[in-house]
Structures are given as C-alpha cells and as structure tokens.
C-alpha cells in the first residue's frame, strides 16, 4: 500500500483527540477524528481500510461497546482501546473478544505508533487476502459459466438460480457431454454453500470392496494422519454423484443410509461427527424405467428427485452451437497459446449439418482440434467472411459482459466494477454490442 496508514481516532474530549491527530500525521498517519462512538461507527465495514484507536470511557457508547459493534461488522478489523485506568481484567475481556491491542494512557508516541503500525499492515494483508479469494471465486464463476442464448438455456439460468438458494437436492438428467456436471458446478458456485467443496464422486468406478473406504476414509495403521473419506470432504458442501445408475444395488442401500443419516462416523474417531450434505446425482439413463425394472432403488431415485433438470441433446437447441463453439475455440487457442484459427466454410458446415452425438464434450474436442489446425481444411472461397481476430475478441468481449450483468442481475454499475471499465468506456461498449443491462434483471 502506498498510502498512508489510516487511523480512526474516537475520543471524547475534543483536545486530546486534536494533539493525538496532529502526533499521528506527524508519524506519517492519515488520521480521522470523532467525538462520539455512534458517528465513528459511520462508514465501517468489510472494506474499511483501517484501523480503529479508541478511547474506553466515553459517555453514551463506550469504546468496548464500539467495539462489539465493529467487531460484528468485521471481526477482521483492528480496534486498539485506550484506557486511562489500567483496567486489566478489563483488557484481559476484551483481548479475549478479539480486541486487537490496549494500551494504557499516557501512551507513548513511539509505542503508539508501533502498534498503529502493526494493526494497519495486519488490516492490509487481510484486505488482501480477502481480494485475491473474490478473484479466484470469480475466475471460478467464470470456469461454470454457461453459455447459450437458447430459450432452453435461459430458462436453465433461471432454474439453477433458484434451486441453488433452495438447497434441495436435485437430480440432473441427460445424455453424456449434455452439461450435467457444469450444471450441478453453477448451481454449487450459487449456492450458500459455495465456500465449501464440490465433491465428485464417479459412481461407476466404486465397487464394494472400496465403497466404505472411499466414502468413510481410512485409519492409518499407527502412524500418520486419518485419510478422511470424501463424505467427510463434502460436509456442509456438495456431493456431485456422477452416473448414479452404474452405483450396484447393495451400494445404492449404502449410499441412502449414510446419506439419510445426517452422521457418520469414520474409522479411529470416537464419536459420530454431523454430516450435512447437498446431494446432486447425474444420470444419462432412464431412472424411473430402472425402477420399474427393479435395477435402480425407489427409495433412493425418489430421496434425490426431488427436483429433476433434464438437459436435452445438443441436437435440440442448435441455436446454441456458434456460441458455444466460438467460446470453446477461445478457451482452446488461449490455453495453448495460439492464434485464433479462421472458421472455414467446411468448420461452419460441419456446425450446422451434424448432430452431434456427444454433444458439448463432443463439440469442444472439435473446436480444440479446429484451435490446433486438425480440422478438415477448405481454401477461403471469395468473399467468405471467415471472422478475423477482431471479430472474435469482440464476441468475447461482449460474451464477458453479458456474464458481468447476468451475475449483477442487470446492476450496470456493479457489472463494470466486476469488469473493471470506466463508465463511459462500458456505454461504449454496451451500445456496440446491443446489449441492454435490463435484460439481466430477474423477473
Ligand atoms: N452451457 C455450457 N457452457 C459452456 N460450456 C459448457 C456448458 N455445458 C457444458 N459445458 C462444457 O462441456 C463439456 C461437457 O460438459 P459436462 O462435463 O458438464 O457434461 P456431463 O453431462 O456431465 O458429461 P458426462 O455425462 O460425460 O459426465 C465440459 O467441458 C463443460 O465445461
């Protein structure tokens, strides 16, 4: 940080709180001054850059109960309180309850400047800290970002809103390579859950004798730490259950009683630990058909059915293909670091003319191949207007802002401080690409 530290001062009597502004400025602090502890409250929160020195006696408010108030507000944020008393169990209270340091009046320049000092680069690495996880959870959200424009897929967005703060389970429905497992992603990134883990569980690989070990984690003989079973990993996240239909029958009953159980118990723990899970199963098969059969397990397939998302084949929203292949060729070309390859009259025709029995999985490896020059090559007749890079970059520009606005629903100031643009520079942009913010708003 290049600026000076910032100290809010909270005294009572106004002389002090000056000859302590002007000591600050002097030791290079950029202090703010209150009289009163309700109007130093005004302007704290989770973002406030600084630090809090506070008197404890004060009338009205006192400065422990400043404290309590900040501390709610950001049990993160450093208050140092002054007392004229050497009141130490006091100071021993109120250290206990996160107060960041007391010091006892007369305090010293030198000393008060050390401790500012400390909690202002302490309040700094916080802040920081906080920033770089804003920016991977929003690389994170940008990893599931779904595209698509189709009735389908907006309706999709829609659904997955909800379904993420309803926390119920959900079962997801369709073929492979339809989507199923970015689905079950965004609806998790959404969700309140979304600080805690996404656990994949690929069902047709566990068999019986792994099952227990796999779900419930392993006592290391004698030495070494317990290896945690992945229904232990997923506590308090989501557990994504890939291909549900391939779990064997005896396995299926397993799964339900553990899950249904709200507890478990792993190997070498001496007591039952909660277990509190989002479950959202995936399969390509026709589960209610399996029931009938008798192949799948009723009580199951009706515990997670809850709410069913069935994704249709690619083949059944077409419109979606450029988008989605423009965006993978993107991805592609970025992660292997080429240049963007023109999309030739033969790339174009194949998009429109198969039907992509793999669907998006089937669709990416083809714009990966097209990103790596494998694709049938056809000479660009005349006047085809295979896109340049400009054309591309612009898509992708206006595919960013649209997942800026979709995650602001519609705030066009939030949006360009997600992107980062100047106001005028965003309008600009707006207006170039059609795209209106109200469109974003929900309902
Ligand atoms: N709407 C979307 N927008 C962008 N990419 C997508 C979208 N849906 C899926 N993808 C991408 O397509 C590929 C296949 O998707 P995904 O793995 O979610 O499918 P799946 O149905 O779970 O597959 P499987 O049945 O084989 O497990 C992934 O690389 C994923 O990132």
């Not at 703060?165 to 969700?191: N, Y």
């Not at 694709?375 to 960013?400: C, H, I, M, R």
Request: glycine share 8%.
């Amino acid at each position: 940080m290049t600026d000076a530290p910032l100290v809010r001062l909270v005294d009572d009597d106004p002389d002090l709180l000056e000859a302590q502004a002007q000591g600050l400025h002097l030791a290079g602090f950029r202090a703010e001054t209150f009289t009163d502890a309700a109007s130093a409250l005004d302007g704290l929160g989770r973002d406030w850059p600084g630090v809090v020195l506070s008197d404890v006696r004060m009338p009205g408010m006192d400065g422990f109960q400043l404290f309590q108030r900040i501390h709610a507000l950001d049990p993160d944020l450093p208050v140092i309180l002054l007392t004229g008393h050497g009141d130490v169990p006091m100071a021993v209270a109120a250290l206990k309850q996160g107060v960041y340091d007391f010091l006892t009046k007369p305090v010293g320049g030198d000393t008060l400047a050390a401790a500012l000092t400390r909690a202002a680069s302490n309040r700094a690495l916080v802040l920081e800290n906080r920033a770089l996880r804003r920016q991977q959870q929003d690389s994170a959200a940008r990893e599931t970002r779904l595209i698509g424009q189709s009735p389908f897929m907006q309706h999709l967005r829609e659904t997955i809103s909800r379904l993420a703060e309803a926390g119920s389970d959900v079962l997801i429905l369709g073929p492979g390579g339809s989507g199923k497992e970015t689905v079950a992603r965004a609806i998790h990134r959404q969700s309140p859950r979304r600080a805690r883990a996404f656990v994949h569980i690929a069902c047709a690989a566990l068999d019986e004798a792994r099952f227990e070990a796999e779900m419930l984690g392993t006592e290391q003989q004698g030495r070494g730490p317990r290896q945690p079973g992945r229904l232990e990993t997923a506590h308090r996240g989501t557990l994504y259950l890939d291909e549900i239909e391939a779990l064997a029958p005896p396995l299926q009953a397993r799964l339900l009683a553990l899950i249904e159980a709200r507890q478990i118990q792993p190997p070498g723990t001496a007591a039952p630990r909660p277990l509190d899970l989002r479950v959202i199963a995936a399969s390509h098969a026709d589960l209610p058909r399996l029931v009938q059969a008798g192949a799948f397990r009723g009580d199951l397939y009706y515990r997670l059915s809850g709410a069913t998302l069935t994704l249709p084949p690619l083949a059944e929203r077409r419109e979606d293909i450029p988008e989605l292949f423009r965006h993978f060729l993107l991805a592609a070309s970025a992660r292997l670091n080429l240049p963007v390859a023109p999309v030739t009259g033969a790339v174009k025709a194949r998009l429109v003319g198969y039907g992509w029995p793999g669907n998006l999985r089937e669709l990416q490896q083809f714009a990966e191949s097209h990103a790596l020059g494998l694709t049938p090559f056809d000479p660009p007749a005349e006047g085809d207007e295979a896109p340049g890079l400009a054309d591309l970059v612009g898509e992708y520009e206006a595919e960013l802002i649209r997942e800026a606005l979709r995650l602001a629903q519609g705030n066009a100031t939030q949006a360009m401080a997600r992107l980062r643009l100047p106001r005028k520079t965003f309008y600009d942009k707006l207006t170039r690409h059609g795209i209106r913010p109200a469109d974003f708003r929900p309902g």
